[in-house]
């Protein structure tokens, strides 16, 4: 039927689905084995949710549908796509995924402190940053003592590396 003919009022919009956490392209989605629980939990709680839904107006539980299965196509092509790095197996003398590292920006008065972790699982909250953050990116590799340049805010300024931890 041509659009001409169907009512204003019945014409539904397509929902829009919320993106996951960025990862660029080609990269390889890098979890910890909490990372990895956390995105199988959330799969559980949005399955339940839509097991559970309580609307009853049939519009907005077809747009509620839809973005909760768009919401799950995304998250379980992130789980599929996911490769679980345990931090207790990467070398301890250097930071790489997983470890939590101590550092120093040369221009700031104290030490900053995060976790290295899967685009999922980065919170800046929680001190956890994903492994493509450019901070992160500037740290890999290097060891305690070691100091990385780092270009804050069109400024170049230098890491050192405090301590590391797994």
């Given at each position: 039927m041509s659009r001409g003919f169907v009512k204003e009022g019945d014409q539904e919009e397509t929902p829009i689905i919320p993106p996951r956490a960025a990862l660029p392209a080609g990269?390889?989605?890098y979890v910890t084995p909490t990372?990895?629980?956390?995105l199988r939990k959330e799969r559980e709680q949005l399955e339940n949710e839509r097991a559970n839904l309580a609307t009853t107006h049939e519009q907005q539980r077809r747009i509620e549908l839809a973005v909760l299965n768009g919401k799950l196509d995304l998250l379980n092509e992130r789980i599929v796509l996911a490769r679980i790095l345990d931090p207790t197996t990467q070398p301890k003398d250097e930071v790489r995924f997983g470890a939590t590292v101590t550092y120093k920006i040369s221009t700031a008065p104290t030490p900053q402190k995060f976790q290295i972790v899967g685009v999922d699982e980065a919170d800046v909250?929680?001190?956890k940053i994903a492994f493509v953050a450019p901070i992160a990116v500037a740290l890999t590799g290097h060891k305690v003592g070691d100091v990385a340049p780092f270009n804050m805010g069109g400024k170049a300024t230098v890491l050192k590396?405090?301590?590391i931890e797994y």
């Open positions: 990269a390889t989605n990372g990895m629980k956390l909250a929680k001190r590396v405090i301590s």
